[in-house]
């Protein structure tokens, strides 16, 4: 039997799970908030003509036309979402919530979604979808996860049910993050400073010699401080709920609140200098730090002219 999907959220991941599911002839609409900003409406509906998917006026019609419901909005935008959504679904309909957030957030849009009689899926996105794209490992957690995860396998996907409760699909997601990120935003700090002391080739040799399988001598640093110059804001707004998380069973999240600022902080001074990230590929970190801070070889000529 055909479902017919309505995706809340049409940045990277709902396009492509959008294009994926609409070439296998399943009937996919969308609505995205920025389709009310006049300068995002054009690209927009580009993207999803591209991707065979339907464009909708509002959230309320996708959801009026879908059957199942995927929520693949931004961490801070995520119950929110969830919560306009509730009274506007039917019996019947299915809500699959793949945002980013803590267990507590999933289980506040699981409450409401309850009230009116709908069913909730807590899934977990545990990759970067472009890659993979209808093959990114996701997990599933919910009443009803078992049936969804067949009928999703059906089309392609990856899924994994963990728990038949909400909460513990998303809770591995946001524990993985806290090292993901962390990792992120430590190789920025790192060869940011590293850089301005002539010691990046040094400093990431060393690494090599301590952990040779993770590629510190090739495309690992680029790939880890693209992903931060590429996505710091959202992955600013993802580090809030993993501090959530963690301070909702009485842990202190001492790294996971310095790693919010760390992603947002090269965002910020990229904004600052303004550098868009589509110029900046192929990425290179160097030529992005250099640019933010100057290279060392300028910043030893200003010193010695002040001598």
């Known amino acids: 039997m055909s479902t017919t999907f309505s995706l809340i959220g049409f940045g990277e991941a709902g396009a492509i799970l959008g294009q994926d599911l609409a070439a296998l002839d399943v009937k996919i ?8 900003d006049p300068t995002k409406r054009a690209a927009l509906q580009e993207r999803a003509l ?6 909708c006026k509002s959230a309320a019609q996708a959801i009026e036309l879908g059957e199942w419901i995927i929520s693949a909005v931004t961490a801070d935008n995520a119950l929110e979402v969830a919560l306009n959504a509730a009274p506007l679904m039917r019996r019947g ?29 807590d899934a977990a996105v545990m990759a970067p979808v472009p890659p993979q794209r209808l093959k990114t490992p996701i997990l599933l957690g919910g009443q009803h996860a078992n049936l969804v995860a067949e009928r999703l396998r059906g089309l392609g996907m990856n899924v994994r049910v963990v728990a038949e409760v909400i909460g513990v699909a998303s809770a591995i997601k946001m524990c ?11 190789t920025t700090e790192c060869l940011s400073t590293a850089r301005q ?11 090599h010699q301590s ?5 510190w001598d090739g495309a690992l640093p680029h790939y880890l401080i693209s992903r931060v110059a590429e996505h710091g ?11 959530k998380t963690a301070r909702d069973v009485d842990v202190v999240p001492n790294m996971s609140q310095a790693i919010v600022s760390a992603q947002l902080g090269l965002v910020d001074a990229m904004l600052d200098a303004d550098i868009d990230y589509p110029n900046l590929e192929p990425f290179d970190w160097l030529n992005l ?6 290279s060392p070889i300028a910043r030893e000529s200003a010193m010695e002219e002040k001598r």
């Not at 806290?178 to 935003?185: D, F, Q, S, V």
């Not at 804001?233 to 580090?239: A, D, N, T, V």
């Open 29 to 36: 609409f969308a609505y995205d908030r920025l389709l009310e």
């Open 50 to 55: 591209r991707c065979g998917v339907q464009l």
């Open 233 to 243: 804001r959202r992955r600013s707004e993802e580090m809030k709920e993993v501090a």
């Open 93 to 121: 309909q299915l809500f699959i919530d793949i945002n980013s957030v803590a267990p507590s957030t999933k289980r506040a849009a699981a409450t409401a979604m309850q009230q009116y009689g709908v069913d909730y899926i």
């Open 211 to 215: 952990f040779p399988q993770m590629g």
């Open 176 to 186: 993985r993050s806290i090292m993901i990120k962390g990792l992120e935003a430590l």
């Open 197 to 207: 002391y002539h010691a990046e080739d040094e400093v990431l040799a060393s690494l």
């Open 289 to 294: 730090i250099d640019t933010l801070y100057g």
